[in-house]
């Protein structure tokens, strides 16, 4: 088996019985044996438990049942989601060895379609950075360049999937947390709608923003997974209440007729800058394929994009140091002997389990929180809010989907981005879309500088997933051709 074959591939042999489940649960075991030591993507490789389900599922395939649509595809799942029985750590010291006594919707439904978890993936300290660097438990390497980041914070799942080790992961974005990594890996990446995949047993980062969402090697299986994993879940009350849409039917329509608008803020020329020039000729020559293909391409402007970044690090921090507020060596997590009282006892829990990253967040939001500061901070945080919402659904009155950048460099090196502001640049054009809710998608598009690859993202508006997946779909045909490649 190549390091290539898809989910749908591996799904359609192992029911039609021509491969088994346990074959290719050991050909990605046997690659993850051979290269993890170089990688880490992994906190943890659950081998054991997924050669039983392999088992099962070649048992049942044998006995004439349908195994679900992603039968016997091994999938990498993010130490953030809840998984009964086995270690979730959301590489923090503070819940390292915590085994969930449930399992998250995602894992449930994933488990149910057929799919084999094969391991927890690293992450950013409870999903807080962008570079997989603020794991309490060591970096994640680039499979593409072991001297480079991932990115993050799902840069776990991101390298999981680039490296072969599974063709499929998930991972969660708060503010571009799958986009980035799978445009500094090399692969596909996309935030869903906020409601319309469950986060129930996902570990909470900043609730009004978290979603989950799929990393693969095609736009065609992250739309298979999407739509296994989205619809309505009673136990997420964030959960919209409408079946899972069908995105697959609709992928291969092409973009004649359809009117994609180039985001302006996101191109490099206005007050945002730092974006690498070959990353913004890429998602020009994007645009220029898409034009190629029967679209109609503009630039559209969405002004209040610019004050994404700002509001989102008030917003986040905010939520953040409620929802870590739980964390305090009695209802949850690591427990130091404090001495004399509680309050010393909490202070020295929470000093010892959390990093440098996570306690700057929590003290940013506390602050942002703090009666005299929370109109100041938190409240014009949330009008910024409103006006992007705004203005986005100004652009989509002209527009079916728009497009911009990933990340406005390629994956850097280790190390390379040390002062905090820096490494929050990187989300300036993902943070966007989970302000607004809406969906938006990476695709690999071309290489940048030093022959890495370069993510374009296509946003859509409130449930445009199918919309955006065609154009996703699109975009993929345009950049194999441009290398050589059959898609
Ligand atoms: N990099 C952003 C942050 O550090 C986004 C993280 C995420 O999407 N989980 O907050």
Redesign the pocket.
């Known amino acids: 088996m190549s390091s290539t074959t898809t989910a749908v591939e591996i799904a359609d042999a192992v029911q039609a019985g021509t491969t088994s489940a346990s074959d290719v649960l050991e050909t990605h075991l046997a690659r993850i044996a051979e290269r993890e030591g170089d990688i880490h993507a992994f906190n943890t490789v659950t081998a054991d438990q997924a050669r039983k389900q392999a088992a099962s599922i070649d048992e049942r395939v044998a006995a004439g049942e349908d195994v679900g649509p992603l039968a016997g595809v091994p999938i990498a799942l993010k130490d953030n989601m809840c998984t009964s029985g086995i270690a979730t750590t959301c590489s923090s010291k503070m819940l390292e060895g915590w085994e969930p006594p449930y399992d998250a919707t995602v894992v449930e439904r994933l488990a149910a379609a057929g799919a084999i978890s094969v391991g927890k993936t690293n992450l ?1 300290e409870f ?4 570079s997989t660097e603020n794991s309490a438990f060591g970096v994640t390497h680039n499979p593409l360049d072991l001297e480079r980041v991932p990115g ?2 799902s840069g776990g799942s991101a390298a999981a999937v680039a490296a072969g080790f599974a063709p499929l992961a998930i991972g ?6 799958i986009r980035q990594p799978a445009a500094l890996c090399g692969v596909v990446g996309v935030k869903p709608s906020y409601g319309t995949v469950s986060r129930y047993g996902l570990i909470a ?1 900043a609730s009004s923003l978290d979603q989950i969402g799929p990393f693969s090697t095609t736009v065609t299986d992250s739309a298979l997974l999407f739509q296994t994993m989205a619809g309505h879940d009673p136990r997420d009350s964030t959960s919209i209440p409408q079946p899972a849409p069908d995105v697959m039917s609709g992928l291969d329509n092409g973009v004649a007729g359809m009117r994609v608008g180039v985001i302006t803020e996101l191109m490099g020329e206005g007050e945002l800058t730092g974006f690498e020039p070959e990353v913004i000729a890429q998602t020009r020559a994007a645009a220029d394929a898409l034009a190629a293909a029967g679209a109609t391409v503009d630039e559209v402007s969405v002004p209040s994009t610019i004050f994404g970044l700002s509001a989102y690090y008030q917003i ?1 921090p905010a939520e953040a140091s409620s929802n870590l507020a739980r964390y305090d060596g009695v209802r949850y997590g690591h427990r130091e002997d404090g001495g004399a009282n509680t309050a010393a006892m909490m202070r020295a829990s929470r000093t010892a389990g959390f990093g440098p990253e996570v306690k700057r967040r929590i003290m940013l939001g506390t602050y942002a929180l703090s009666a005299g500061y929370f109109d100041a901070f938190y409240g014009k945080a949330q009008r910024v809010r409103t006006l992007i919402i705004n203005d986005f659904a100004a652009a989509y009155e002209n527009f079916d989907v728009l497009l911009s950048p990933t990340s406005p460099c390629v994956a850097f090196p280790i190390g390379a981005k040390s002062d905090p502001l820096t490494m ?1 640049l ?2 300036t054009c993902t943070i966007p879309s989970n302000l607004s809710g809406q969906p938006a998608i990476s695709v690999p598009f071309g290489t940048g500088a030093d022959d890495l690859p370069v993510g374009v993202q296509v946003l859509a508006p409130m449930l445009g997933e199918a919309a955006m997946f065609t154009v996703a779909r699109a975009l993929e045909v345009a950049a194999s051709q441009n290398t050589g490649e059959t898609s």
Do not use: W
């Open positions: 950013d999903a807080m950075g962008s993050g914070s969660s974005d708060t503010g571009g947390s980062f986040a929050y990187n989300d």
